[in-house]
């Protein structure tokens, strides 16, 4: 009798909730209406400059020297875009760029980008870096300015054939006496934007 009564009351329970429950209708349309907003995130440039590996043998102490330009320029392959999907599909690349300084001497950085046949392309960024304290303090820390240094579409579309970076540190006549190091980080954020 009790399995009849309890028959009965799961089939009641189960009509009363079969009439009252509601569906919502689905629109598929509105997956036209999705885009796709990813963040992604890449090396840039990084860098180590120590002066004591740059000091000339058998200098005296406190001597003036200077190091030649061609010595701290350096090219790197580096695909700014890779492919016309992803010219048409970024919003803009953020450029962030830190350079920490022990080295009592102010410094510059200097980049652009090139074809793969070392063409510039676009314009020569530069980023000028504070002088630090000497070897064995904090170092003082410089940011790009702009900070980030945004590429919008037109300027993705202008270096859309970058296949290289050129980077240069602009060094100042430095001393025997000096010591410390220059540490160059960085990194783009590509801001996609795709629509489904």
Known sequence: MKTKKASLLLL???AVLTTVSCVKELDFEQLEDVVLTPVIEADFIYSEFDVSDYIPDGLPPD????IPPDVLRDTINYDLVGTDFAVD?????ELTIEVRNTI???FTLQFQFLTEGEQPLGQLYSVPVQAGL???TEPVVSFSVPNPIVLDNATLNQLSSAQKIATEIIVPTLNTDLRGVLNIRSKASYY????L
Do not use: H, I, K, P
């Open 12 to 14: 009641l329970f189960s």
């Open 63 to 66: 001597t003036d020297f200077t």
């Open 89 to 93: 599909n970024l919003d803009r690349v």
């Open 104 to 106: 009592e001497r102010s």
């Open 134 to 136: 000497g070897e064995g």
């Open 192 to 195: 996609v934007n795709y629509e």
